[in-house]
């Protein structure tokens, strides 16, 4: 049976500011997606490069592209307000500098209509700029292979999540039904947006399937929200772990104190030693989640070194972030 038959309208939005060099390549990728039957809303959120004129060119040459203007509110506001302006049964989230495989937005709708599932996830695969030409490579052998699927209940992945043994914590590399956004919003003008929302639709959601293929490919940028030189924005790192911790803290989720460990633990790597009091804030946060990552024997096991390691004391835990991060910039270059 050709699942995709069906043809329900399919809402693309992609949250823009200031991408002038990445953006064509993105949005090419989704309007070169197999499953036509397509909205792609891009959502300007006040660019002061070229970015919105790429936008408006977009939409010139392709019926199914519109483009909204804004002032700039940061990425939730952004993603809030093509979610508003949505007209599709499911939606997808596409980050502007990212690339998806020409088969991203089918595979996940057909899963969608075999489980029944309200959400369809795909894991991502990591690229530096210097690898973007590696990515047709990568796509045609995964287009070559059979794609097969597992359907969870929110507890199973939301703890799997939580742990990282499968990296769906972000907004995109899903297939969303529509209602699952009634009543939940990105909590606009805050970091860790994502973090602080997905395991809100894995709750919601009646099953969540996952597939085995990584049809999302994610720009390990430098200038980044999350690469780029610190701001106390991030330290909103303290108020997601906080808020995960809080919403499970009367059941027996397991993986959230791990959770709240990790997204300390990246930020803190990016504090300098100039900001000591935001460093000591982040440390302390490290301090109050190892001991449990120590002795989850659910944990990942670089998690639990990392929590060994920080025992070590503050100065000697930075140079143990140094080598695990040059150790997975090598991991990443090395899957492509």
């Known amino acids: 049976m050709d699942y995709t038959d069906k043809k329900e309208l399919i809402s693309v939005i992609v949250p823009i500011y200031n991408v002038e060099r990445y953006l064509p390549i993105c949005i090419k990728s989704i309007l070169n997606q197999s499953y036509r039957n397509i909205e792609v809303i891009l959502v300007d959120d006040g660019s002061t490069d070229s970015s919105g004129y790429i936008c408006d060119s977009f939409a010139t040459t392709d019926p199914r592209v519109s483009v909204i203007h804004k002032q700039n509110g940061g990425l939730s506001d952004a993603r809030n307000v093509g979610i508003k302006n949505s007209n599709g049964s499911f939606i997808s989230l596409i980050d502007s500098d990212d690339v998806i495989c020409d088969n991203f937005i089918q595979k996940l709708y057909e899963i969608c209509l075999i489980t029944g599932s309200d959400l369809v996830c795909c894991e991502?695969?990591?690229?530096?700029?210097?690898?973007?030409?590696?990515?047709?490579?990568?796509?045609?052998?995964?287009?070559?292979?059979?794609?097969?699927?597992?359907?969870?209940?929110?507890?199973?992945?939301?703890?799997?999540?939580?742990?990282?043994?499968?990296?769906?914590?972000?907004?995109?590399?899903?297939?969303?039904?529509?209602?699952?956004?009634?009543?939940?919003?990105?909590?606009?003008?805050?970091?860790?947006?994502?973090?602080?929302?997905?395991?809100?639709?894995?709750?919601?959601?009646?099953?969540?399937?996952?597939?085995?293929?990584?049809?999302?490919?994610?720009?390990?940028?430098?200038?980044?929200?999350?690469?780029?030189?610190?701001?106390?924005?991030?330290?909103?790192?303290?108020?997601?772990?906080?808020?995960?911790?809080?919403?499970?803290?009367?059941?027996?989720?397991?993986?959230?104190?791990?959770?709240?460990?990790?997204?300390n633990r990246l930020v803190y790597d990016q504090i300098p030693y100039s900001y000591k009091n935001e460093k000591n804030k982040v440390w302390n946060e490290i301090k109050?989640?190892?001991?449990?990552?120590?002795?989850?024997?659910?944990?990942?096991?670089?998690?639990?070194?990392?929590?060994?390691?920080?025992?070590?004391?503050?100065?000697?835990?930075?140079?143990?972030?140094?080598?695990?991060?040059?150790?997975?910039?090598?991991?990443?270059?090395?899957?492509?």
């Open 124 to 263: 991502l695969i990591c690229f530096y700029d210097e690898d973007e030409n590696k990515l047709p490579r990568y796509w045609k052998q995964i287009n070559e292979t059979k794609c097969t699927y597992k359907k969870y209940t929110s507890k199973e992945i939301t703890e799997k999540s939580f742990y990282q043994h499968i990296s769906i914590t972000g907004a995109p590399q899903k297939l969303y039904k529509k209602s699952l956004f009634d009543n939940i919003e990105f909590p606009r003008g805050r970091y860790f947006e994502d973090l602080a929302t997905t395991y809100l639709f894995f709750e919601k959601a009646n099953s969540i399937s996952v597939i085995d293929q990584k049809l999302y490919a994610y720009r390990m940028r430098t200038d980044s929200i999350m690469n780029r030189a610190f701001n106390a924005n991030k330290l909103d790192c303290i108020w997601v772990a906080e808020k995960i911790v809080s919403y499970y803290a009367e059941t027996d989720m397991d993986g959230m104190f791990c959770a709240a460990f990790r997204v």
């Open 288 to 336: 109050k989640y190892r001991w449990t990552v120590l002795v989850d024997v659910k944990a990942k096991k670089y998690e639990r070194l990392l929590a060994a390691l920080s025992f070590t004391g503050q100065y000697l835990f930075d140079f143990w972030l140094m080598i695990f991060r040059r150790f997975r910039k090598i991991m990443y270059r090395s899957s492509l």
